[in-house]
């Protein structure tokens, strides 16, 4: 099941899922987000929406699940409950409970991996 979802502080809709997804699952503000992404980021001399950098600031802090050949919406199905920050090809969304959380839905989209947020 998909619900809109766009938290961004000045209803604008651009390339910030990164920060939308993390801020959902982790009950902080979209601005404490791009705040502690932005300072971490720039001592990794990264861009806090590339690849790299996210997929090891999740590893970091949370276990990571791959399933390559699974929708997002099989996910969320297979996981009714729990939160978990989902990736896909240049994509980052948030499902809790088995509702994906996004600005557009990715039900179809094949995902990467998960990660389960505590």
Known sequence: ????????PHNRHI???TLRALSLLTNR???EVY?????LA???SLMMDSVVFIEDYLDDRYPRECHYSKTIG???NEYPYGKYAVTTN???TAIIDGIIYDTFDPSNRIMRCA???K
């Open 1 to 8: 099941m998909y619900k809109y979802y766009n938290n961004n």
């Open 15 to 17: 390339d910030d899922c």
């Open 29 to 31: 503000s979209w601005n």
């Open 35 to 39: 705040e502690e992404l932005s300072y």
């Open 42 to 44: 720039n001592q990794d």
């Open 74 to 76: 099989e996910f969320a």
């Open 90 to 92: 240049g994509h980052i």
């Open 115 to 117: 990660w389960k947020i």
